[in-house]
Nanobody, 127 residues
């Protein structure tokens, strides 16, 4: 059973919206943070957003602030990334990540080895 399973990626026009989902039910140990990374062709992987499982604090990279919203549904063990005002620069494979120890502030830096990665879902923003 996969630990993290993403869904929701699609082709959307600039200015459009998408909602990505990350099912975390495959993770049986307690986790401190669930987040989203993305990687565009020819670019380095980038931390996009993260939500703390303890307190629910949310974190975003500057380029998506005001456009993306991360949330969690504990009953369904799912984390969502609501994306609006999509731009061509948002085109990338989006990966759900989770860690058992690290806080969001460290997770998003992308320098630590994280405990769980999903398989990725493609988001393409194009007219």
């Amino acid at each position: 059973q996969a630990h993290l399973v993403e869904s929701g990626g699609d082709l959307v026009q600039p200015g459009g919206s998408l909602r990505l989902s990350c099912a975390t039910s495959g993770v049986t140990l307690p986790i401190t943070a669930v987040g989203w990374f993305r990687q565009a062709p020819g670019k380095e992987r980038e931390g996009v957003s993260c939500i703390s499982t303890r307190g629910g604090s949310t974190h975003y990279v500057d380029s998506v602030k005001g456009r993306f919203t991360i949330s969690r549904d504990n009953a369904n063990s799912t984390v969502y990334l609501e994306m609006s005002g999509l731009e061509t620069e948002d085109t990338a494979v989006y990966y759900c990540v989770a860690d058992q120890v690290l806080p969001c502030t460290v997770v998003l830096r992308g320098v630590a080895e994280l405990d769980y990665w999903g398989q990725g879902t493609q988001v393409t923003v194009s007219s």
